[in-house]
């Protein structure tokens, strides 16, 4: 039996990582962070992102692979169908590919976990899956696993869909005249404006099949033993404290690697492109930084209105611009003559290595869609934001990037996007008093996100108390377990 005990005294999980790049980059951080804490991870894929990242970089096989060699940290990789072929145009045909991953991946990740949890030494002890997915604590419980949910975006967010009841009562969400009135009753959140809710609780139809994958996502995280959120205690303090009244929730963000800006596990979904000459030609802090991230689109009238500002602007300029960035069929967006009246001002480029740019000197803002990792790498390097936010989480970030942490300022509110206006206030934030104010603060909101992933920190803290809680319990069960077998040996 001492053997038996001795194979478990490793903590052995499987991550699966929703299947975008916003959700994959915290999902290989929280890895390498747990791999190298002694942790046996088990990393799942889809076949889908798997082939986006290998194409890209040159790369085949297993991402982690070098990693292994050279850190030896215990990442093994997987990967699975998501329930459509890899050639599969899922940005534009989002509605398509929600419905596989809400009523198709299950099956295909249960395969893979089951064949994980038979053959796998040391033993698997949880399963760690993004909060996205509808299915982990079900599996979990079939599996005889930890239910640890990762949740990729603000502790704002996660309690705010934690709470739709609530928004629903009071008549915020859901209803045919919604309220417009301040909300003021969700636990840790002293008030939020309609307008700042995600654009799944603004919408007035709730039957889409986000919204089913939202209602269903927020049903399983209440059965999970832990949730690790990719924020920062101090930043969210209220928030946080209150749900942790109702779930073990951990803060532990910002989970990406610190100590330098491109890791040897390839992450992106596309080819990056190298700035680094062109940023070192430009003097320091006069390059505003342009992207909108990895998915959402831009209506082509407010990329033309954008494109234009720019020019009106006189700011020197680097724009990471999709190729699907309005759409997939629609390959040249940009207003004519604009390559040519940029000249040496501009540069642009499909995509890049996000933090490569912010990290550099040169770079003194950040036009940004707010998407979570971009919010916290823009705080990382001190970069203050101009936000124009497209899709789901992002109007909700907007709201503590202005409201609460006054790191940013923002673009429009569902008006008309105008070239005049955007001019204006990449001006404001470039070279006018709003962005020596946005710069002080933003300079304070680092140093805490700093302090927190320092030593002795409250990130720091808060993940070594939910393995220390985590070990406690896989060993407490498995001790109860060979307790039990002694006894049917002896009864034998």
């Known amino acids: 039996m001492k053997e038996m005990v001795d194979a478990r005294e490793k903590p052995h999980a499987i991550l699966v990582s929703y299947p975008l790049q916003g959700h994959v980059n915290p999902s290989v951080h929280l890895a390498i962070n747990l791999a190298s804490r002694g942790f046996t991870i088990t990393f799942i894929n889809t076949h889908s992102i798997h082939h986006q990242i290998t194409s890209t970089s040159d790369g085949e096989g297993d991402i982690f692979s070098q990693l292994r060699q050279s ?16 050639g599969f145009d899922r940005s534009l045909h989002h509605d398509q590919f929600m419905a596989a991953l809400l009523h198709v991946f299950s099956a295909h990740a249960e395969e893979a976990i089951e064949k994980i949890v038979r053959h796998s030494q040391p033993a698997v002890s949880c399963l760690i899956a993004d909060t996205y997915f509808v299915w982990p604590g079900k599996l979990a419980e079939k599996y005889g696993l930890l239910y640890v949910s990762f949740w990729t975006e603000a502790a704002l967010i996660f309690t705010l869909y934690y709470h739709m009841d609530l928004l629903r009562l009071n008549g915020h969400f859901g209803c045919i005249d919604t309220c417009e009135d301040e909300i003021k009753y969700i636990p840790g959140v002293e008030s939020i404006e309609p307008k700042d809710l995600t654009s799944f609780l603004q919408e007035m139809d709730t039957t889409t099949v986000c919204h089913q994958i939202i209602f269903k996502a927020f049903m399983d995280v209440k059965t999970a033993d832990f949730v690790l959120c990719n924020t920062v205690q101090e930043l969210e303090h209220e928030t946080i404290s209150a749900l942790q009244h109702k779930i073990p929730f951990f803060a532990v963000g ?7 800006t491109r890791t040897t596990v390839m992450t992106s979904l596309w080819a990056e492109s190298d700035c680094s000459r062109w940023l070192d030609s430009k003097p320091q802090g006069s390059v505003l ?3 909108f991230g990895s998915y959402a689109h831009v209506a082509k009238a407010d990329l033309i209105e954008i494109a234009k500002g720019l020019l009106l ?74 936000c124009f936010p497209l899709y789901t989480d992002q109007f909700t970030n907007r709201k503590l990037v202005i409201n609460d942490w006054k790191i940013g300022i923002n673009l429009y509110d569902k008006v008309r996007l105008t070239s005049v206006e955007v001019a204006e206030k990449i001006n404001q934030l470039m070279v006018g008093k709003i962005g ?29 108390r939910f393995i220390q809680e985590l070990e406690g319990i896989y060993k407490h069960d498995y001790k109860c377990i060979d307790t039990l077998a002694v006894h049917a040996e002896n009864d034998e």
Request: aromatic share 10%.
């Open 71 to 86: 850190h030896g940290l215990d990442i093994r990789y997987a990967t699975v169908s998501d329930g459509l072929p890899v």
């Open 254 to 260: 910002p989970v990406f690697l610190t100590g330098f």
């Open 289 to 291: 930084y342009v992207s």
């Open 313 to 386: 602007s006189k700011v020197d300029f680097i724009w990471a611009l999709r190729p699907d960035i309005v759409s997939s069929d629609d390959q040249t967006p940009l207003p004519g003559g604009f390559m040519e009246e940029t000249g040496d001002r501009g540069m642009i480029i499909p995509w890049c290595c996000q933090t490569e740019v912010l990290a550099h000197p040169a770079v003194g803002g950040f036009l940004t869609h707010c998407g979570w990792n971009s919010v916290l790498e823009s705080i990382w390097f001190q970069v203050p934001m101009l």
């Open 436 to 464: 020596d104010e946005v710069r002080v603060s933003i300079k304070n909101v680092k140093s805490t996100s700093e302090k927190a992933l320092a030593a002795g920190g409250s990130s720091e803290k808060n993940i070594d």
